[in-house]
């Protein structure tokens, strides 16, 4: 990496940086530490595009409430780079949709809650004539008799419901309205308390869940009729109404007058029913219209932000812009031709120049990735980059990092399936790579992992003769002959007892082992040890990357406290056992019970230097193991203390 300074004049300096920025290959530093962000040249312009991009986000907002699919802007799209009247023509434009959409909205938002209010008054005029049809004067008279006085305090006049009918004159008033059905109960109670029980109250189901056009969910809800003395009560249950939520409607006390106001609400509802179809199919065909577009207009709008945030990192002096930032030695000739473009592009016949500097700052690190490398290097960032020049581990962990995985997971049919889908995506990425889903997008960025993982797994799923976790029996037949051992009465008969017929199978593991009694005691133990292998090697490994590092860096001092410790304590307990597994798995420990090595581990820091004969691995076991517990005890305050006291002398 170089540390780079540019000289742009200040004319074409937004041209030159969106220009740098689409080639990304310049890392921008701030020269402006000491100005507050607020205080910055281009602030007032980076909140202009906020409020762009606060329009856009309305917009996609609305289009994905209806289920419109987005049209994904194109490459060809997204690099085409504008001038600033294809910018103040394109924000118009924004700006303008944005006040259309809102007016769609309000225009259907009204004529949904009029279509509401039609609807809801259908329903109360409908609940008051079944009512009024099915109520004479002798029933209610029936009724108030079985009642006891504290709840027929309203209706003493038989004829009153009557004569309300009738159209004559009448003490008794009505009211009726709409009120959502989980609030009816809580609503008859704080009427009968407010009135002491001097109503008559009536109520009905809505068949139908009625839409609300605020929050565009389906309410249930209930018509109420309510009879009562005089227009001082009928306001208080006005006033209640209101602050429950209930809608009140007026209602005419005339059978013929509500015929007629029946047959106008129908008519207005049709009518209504028309007006808010057009609209809906207007609203619908506009954001249509816009999803075409609304991706396109995002990547600019973005683009055009991200350039103004980084033109807020250089510092301005008389006619031009002084910009610094890292980039990659052996892309400067492209860069620089970059700059050239980029100047006749906007006819400036000054070209802005970039010239190498020192620097004593550690550069970033740049690693250079394909869409093959990307996502293993995405998985090692995730734990951490590598130092400058550094070497890089995520070209090893295109190996150990799926192989590991196919230890694991060891499944030939399994790893068939996993390699098949993955080797589709692969074929088809072109195709596939449009498609938006969260899920699909994460699988699909790691098709090349999945590919290795299934080609990994179909091999250790041979080496453990397991498909669908069922053996196969591909190779050499007949390695074992089985026999029962001794007679079934007698003590000490055994089944199935096999012995060997001197052939071996040829890759993996004998699918005798399936029908074996101590099958899991051998595939665990065998599993179990050679994970142990693996992992202490794949740590080795990665200790010895840290010699080269140290090497190139210089560091003798920390390859001495540090990585050669850490290869003696290693080496000496974690390499110690794995040799031990490997001395155990390649000895013929006939007639004899092998060593438990678990055993090993723990009597070698307990009880140093003492071995039980039957318990001995190789000759001369105590004494090997006494010298390698000496060098990890060694290597621990090595490896605490060595590390500081190399930097403090650097320091020094």
Not at 362 to 388: E, L, M, R
Not at 422 to 436: H, P
Not at 479 to 490: H, K, L, W
């Amino acid at each position: 990496m170089s540390l780079a300074q540019f000289y742009i004049p200040s004319e074409i300096s937004k041209q030159t940086v969106g220009a740098l920025g689409e080639l990304g290959l310049v890392q921008f530093r701030d020269l402006n530490k000491d100005v507050n962000a607020f205080q910055r040249a281009f602030v007032s312009d980076i909140r202009h595009y906020d409020e762009v991009s606060r329009q856009i986000r309305f917009l996609r907002n609305q289009i994905e409430r209806e289920d419109i699919k987005i049209k994904k802007c194109s490459a060809e799209e997204s690099g085409v780079s504008k001038s600033p009247k294809e910018l103040e023509e394109l924000e118009q434009k924004i700006s303008e949709t944005e006040k259309v959409v809102i007016e769609l909205n309000e225009n259907q938002r009204t004529l949904d809650k009029r279509y509401l209010e039609l609807t809801e008054m259908r329903h109360v005029i409908k609940v008051t004539d079944e009512f009024f049809e099915s109520s004479n004067a002798k029933e209610l008279e029936e009724s108030n008799i079985k009642k006891s006085d504290s709840t027929t305090g309203l209706l003493k006049d038989e004829n009153a419901v009557a004569d309300l009918e009738a159209g004559k004159k009448s003490n008794v008033s009505f009211v009726a309205g709409v009120i959502p059905r989980e609030k009816i109960n809580s609503f008859e109670r704080l009427l009968w308390r407010m009135l002491r029980g001097n109503l008559y109250m009536k109520n009905a189901e809505i068949e139908e869940p009625i839409k609300d056009p605020e929050t565009d969910e389906l309410v249930e809800k209930n018509v109420f009729i309510i009879f009562v003395h005089g227009q001082v009560l009928l306001n208080k249950i006005k006033k209640l109404c209101e602050s429950v939520g209930a809608t009140v409607y007026p209602v005419s006390e005339s059978a013929e007058q509500r015929n007629e106001e029946s047959i106008e609400v129908l008519a207005r509802i049709e009518d209504l029913d028309q007006v808010l179809s057009n609209t809906r199919e207007t609203r619908i065909n506009k954001l249509k219209e816009i999803a075409q577009n609304i991706d396109a207009w995002n990547t600019v709008i973005r683009k055009e932000k991200a350039v103004y945030h980084v033109m807020n990192l250089l510092k301005t002096d008389k006619n031009s812009m002084i910009a610094e930032g890292w980039v990659p030695t052996n892309k400067i000739p492209e860069i620089q031709q970059c700059l050239r473009d980029a100047a006749e592009a906007t006819g400036s016949n000054v070209t802005p120049i970039m010239n190498e500097v020192s620097y004593r700052s550690v550069p970033p690190t740049y690693n250079v990735t394909n869409k093959f490398t990307k996502c293993f290097q995405s998985i090692v960032d995730s734990y951490g980059v590598a130092n400058y020049r550094e070497i890089n581990p995520a070209l090893y962990t295109i190996i150990t990092f799926p192989f590991i995985f196919a230890i694991m997971f060891g499944d030939v049919g399994h790893g068939v399936l996993m390699f098949l889908a993955a080797l589709a995506m692969v074929l088809y990425e072109k195709r596939l790579a449009n498609y938006k889903n969260e899920i699909f997008e994460m699988i699909f960025t790691g098709r090349y992992v999945i590919l290795l993982m299934g080609a990994f797994s179909i091999f250790t799923g041979l080496v453990y003769n397991d498909c669908f976790s069922k053996p196969l029996n591909l190779f050499t037949q007949g390695t074992y002959n089985f026999r029962n051992v001794g007679n079934a009465t007698e003590p000490g008969f055994a089944q199935q007892v096999g012995e060997h017929t001197g052939k071996v199978y040829a890759f993996g593991m004998d699918p005798v082992w399936v029908s074996a009694e101590n099958k899991l005691i051998f595939q665990n133990s065998y599993k179990m040890k050679m994970s142990v292998v693996i992992g202490v090697i794949h740590m080795l490994f990665g200790t010895i990357i840290s010699f080269f590092n140290y090497w190139h860096f210089k560091s003798i001092g920390e390859l001495f406290v540090v990585f050669i410790p850490e290869l003696l304590y290693m080496g000496s307990i974690f390499g110690y056992l794995t040799f031990a597994i490997i001395y155990k798995w390649c000895t013929y420990w006939k007639g004899a019970q092998a060593p438990g090595l678990m055993n090993m581990l723990i009597y070698m820091f307990l009880s140093p230097g003492n071995v039980d004969k039957n318990e001995e691995l190789y000759p001369n076991q105590g004494l090997i193991q006494v010298i390698l517990l000496i060098i990890a005890l060694i290597s621990i305050p090595v490896l605490l203390l060595g590390r500081p006291i190399v930097q403090k002398i650097k320091n020094k």
